[in-house]
């Protein structure tokens, strides 16, 4: 499969996501909403896989592929967060998510190259990629849940567990960024001969990590959810800065190993 | 009100030590931190260490030194280490800058008094956090310990142990062996201790690229035509493209191009474009040209023309031979993303002479010598440990929150 089928098979998983959705809505049809929201997700994955087998390499290299991904993922954390805690708005904002991403690929499709030079095709490059949009994804999820609870209608009190999942969001989000970081290292370092550059990239993923890392130990003494709320959206914009932002920051132009 | 007292003083500490930081470059310029070779780092580092304990020792009888890495000191730490990053990631790196920022340090991140006395300070709270977490082991969540502990021992040996770091570049004939390179910030000349002999270079490349040029914009298109075989077409705009003949390895002769094997050969294409508007058709030879012929386009319009792109490596890899100072041999196969490790040295497939592509005979190589690449290694596959056992424990913090 190419990028020419994308409209069809986006149209085809969206079709199965709001029916998804609407049954999410619909009340106790939890099992029916699942199944169709993931028939959805299945779908958009069998198109990413056909696209790997066509290009001959994964495909990770562009921003437009890596929205693929991003769409994808965002899809299975919406649908694994209202498998387990039951939030319709959830499953609904993420799939929302997820057809942005994917309608900014329909509607400002990038040209994409088949050739990767030597230094990508490396065993690092699949899931230092993965495990990056999976933290962007899961981050974002939490973003959204976030602004919900601080935008909330007054008589809406936080729950504890409300408060919990955000900070289980930003843990494991956290953890996956982790991993991207420490892959990242790992393969510079058996590529280029170090394990950090001070990329303008990697300079902006280190202040995402740290900020992340400001909320987990802030969340240790501090109850005031508007200092956590106000640290938590700071680092999604640090997110958003180090994985498209920087394309457009003037200080990064021409300077970046990480181009997209 | 104690509370917030307790953040004001543990960022003004964080603020101060920025300040002190710019100061110093005002003063005395540049960090340098030449003298940390080898053995001095390593005592450094075990000094600094030891100092760390001494601290927190102390901090028993001095109940003031506990503001050194208390919840305070941790908070205005990792936030100041978010805005630090956030600067500097905002000034373009540029070390050759000049101008006030630059005077004060801001163009040049890694050699910032700024930065890096801040970083110390970081490390050195994580540090005293790291030892409080081991003496109260029992209370504490050992993936939390681990990741600390990792973290603290990479940024311990990216400070000290970044000047005893050497990249040297290195360029080897076709059989003739080599052990001297160059420094490549200084371009000093510098021995290593092997010796070097390049056996063979190969380069697998893309197949060539046919794409469509603007003249007037002198731009090419983004799309292209891989050509792999003969008959394959694509349309560029109005223009239908069909390539009639294609040699992989070809020569000019008097008619055009022939299939030839030799050194400098390239690939070559005979080619058909049809406008789908004015029906107009041109024909003819267009290659990538190599370092013995000229390339050639395919001209449409006064303004438009069909070119082939220079070919793209897409793996390259020399095999060498090398011999050590105690006359150990080796024969070992070099690539990129697959280094040799000799001792404390990776030897890494650089570069080679793009002008004449696969028919290089030389092979550039970069030779790092790196002493702490075994502890750092260690430290980071740990923390990648570290974070896998994140997801379980994640799970296990939400039961106890909710008790």
């Given at each position: 499969m190419s990028w020419d089928q994308l409209p069809i098979i986006s149209l085809l998983s969206i079709i199965f996501w709001i029916s998804g959705i609407f049954f999410a809505f619909k009340g106790k049809q939890e099992r029916t909403a699942v199944i169709l929201s993931s028939i959805g997700t299945a779908i958009f994955l069998v198109f990413i896989i056909s696209m790997w087998i066509s290009l001959g390499r994964p495909p990770m290299r562009t921003m437009g592929e890596t929205r693929l991904w991003y769409s994808l993922f965002l899809s299975i954390i919406g649908i694994l967060l209202y498998a387990r805690f039951k939030y319709q708005w959830l499953l609904a904002f993420s799939i929302l998510m997820a057809v942005v991403f994917i309608g900014v690929n329909i509607f400002k499709p990038e040209i994409h190259d088949r050739a990767i030079m030597p230094a990508l095709q490396s065993a690092w490059f699949v899931p230092h990629v993965i495990v990056y949009m999976m933290a962007y994804a899961l981050l974002g999820a939490n973003a959204v849940f976030v602004l919900y609870l601080w935008f909330r209608p007054k008589k809406h009190v936080i729950t504890p567990q409300e408060l919990s999942l955000c900070d289980n969001l930003i843990r494991i989000g956290w953890a996956f960024l982790t991993l991207g970081m420490v892959m990242g290292a790992l393969w510079a370092k058996q590529a280029w001969g170090d394990y950090w550059s001070w990329d303008p990239k990697e300079t902006w993923a280190l202040a995402t990590w740290f900020s992340y890392l400001l909320y987990l130990h802030l969340r240790q003494r501090v109850k005031d959810t508007d200092v956590l709320f106000a640290v938590s959206i700071f680092s999604f914009i640090l997110l958003q800065m180090c994985w498209w932002g920087i394309n457009y920051l003037p200080s990064a132009q021409g300077m970046s190993v990480h181009t997209y | 009100m104690a509370t917030s007292w307790g953040y004001k003083k543990a960022f003004m500490r964080c603020a101060c030590i920025f300040l002190a930081g710019t100061a110093l470059q005002l003063c005395i310029g540049d960090l340098n931190n030449a003298f940390l070779h080898y053995p001095w780092s390593v005592i450094a580092a075990l000094f600094y260490a030891y100092l760390l304990y001494l601290i927190y020792y102390l901090s028993d009888k001095y109940p003031a030194l506990r503001k050194l890495y208390d919840h305070y000191a941790c908070v205005s730490a990792l936030a100041s280490m978010v805005l630090i990053t956030i600067f500097f990631g905002s000034?373009?790196?540029?070390?050759?800058?000049?101008?006030?920022?630059?005077?004060?340090?801001?163009?040049?991140?890694?050699?910032?008094?700024?930065?890096?006395?801040?970083?110390?300070?970081?490390?050195?709270?994580?540090?005293?956090?790291?030892?409080?977490?081991?003496?109260?082991?029992?209370?504490?969540?050992?993936?939390?310990?681990?990741?600390?502990?990792?973290?603290?021992?990479?940024?311990?040996?990216?400070?000290?142990?970044?000047?005893?770091?050497?990249?040297?570049?290195?360029?080897?004939?076709?059989?003739?062996?080599?052990?001297?390179?160059?420094?490549?910030?200084?371009?000093?000349?510098?021995?290593?201790?092997?010796?070097?002999?390049?056996?063979?270079?190969?380069?697998?490349?893309?197949?060539?690229?046919?794409?469509?040029?603007n003249m007037q914009d002198r731009n090419a298109s983004k799309q292209f035509l891989s050509i792999e075989q003969a008959g394959q077409s694509k349309t560029f705009g109005n223009w239908d493209i069909t390539v009639d003949q294609f040699l992989a390895n070809a020569m000019p002769d008097s008619v055009g191009y022939r299939a030839m094997s030799h050194v400098g050969s390239a690939p070559a294409a005979f080619v058909t474009a049809t406008n789908r508007l004015t029906k107009a058709t041109s024909q003819g030879w267009i290659t990538s040209g190599s370092f013995i012929f000229e390339p050639e386009r395919l001209q449409l319009t006064p303004t438009e023309m069909v070119s082939m792109s220079p070919s793209i490596p897409k793996h390259y890899q020399s095999d060498v031979h090398l011999v050590d100072k105690k006359g150990n041999e080796r024969d070992l196969a070099i690539e990129v993303n697959t280094p040799a490790q000799i001792g404390y040295w990776q030897i890494y497939q650089y570069s080679y002479d793009t002008e004449r592509g696969k028919y290089s005979?030389?092979?550039?190589?970069?030779?790092?010598?790196?002493?702490?690449?075994?502890?750092?290694?260690?430290?980071?596959?740990?923390?990648?440990?570290?974070?896998?056992l994140m997801f379980f424990t994640a799970g296990r913090r939400r039961k106890e929150n909710q008790k």
């Open positions: - | 000034i373009a790196q540029n070390s050759e800058a000049t101008g006030f920022l630059s005077k004060i340090g801001f163009t040049r991140m890694t050699s910032s008094w700024g930065f890096n006395l801040l970083l110390l300070y970081f490390t050195s709270t994580l540090g005293l956090g790291v030892i409080n977490d081991f003496a109260h082991i029992k209370q504490k969540k050992w993936v939390s310990v681990l990741s600390h502990l990792c973290v603290f021992v990479i940024l311990t040996a990216g400070i000290f142990g970044s000047a005893d770091k050497k990249f040297i570049e290195l360029t080897a004939s076709l059989n003739k062996p080599t052990s001297t390179g160059v420094v490549e910030d200084t371009g000093e000349a510098y021995d290593i201790p092997f010796e070097i002999t390049l056996k063979k270079f190969e380069i697998e490349e893309y197949p060539p690229r046919l794409r469509l040029i005979t030389i092979s550039i190589f970069e030779c790092v010598h790196d002493a702490w690449y075994s502890i750092v290694q260690v430290a980071l596959w740990l923390l990648l440990l570290a974070g896998v």
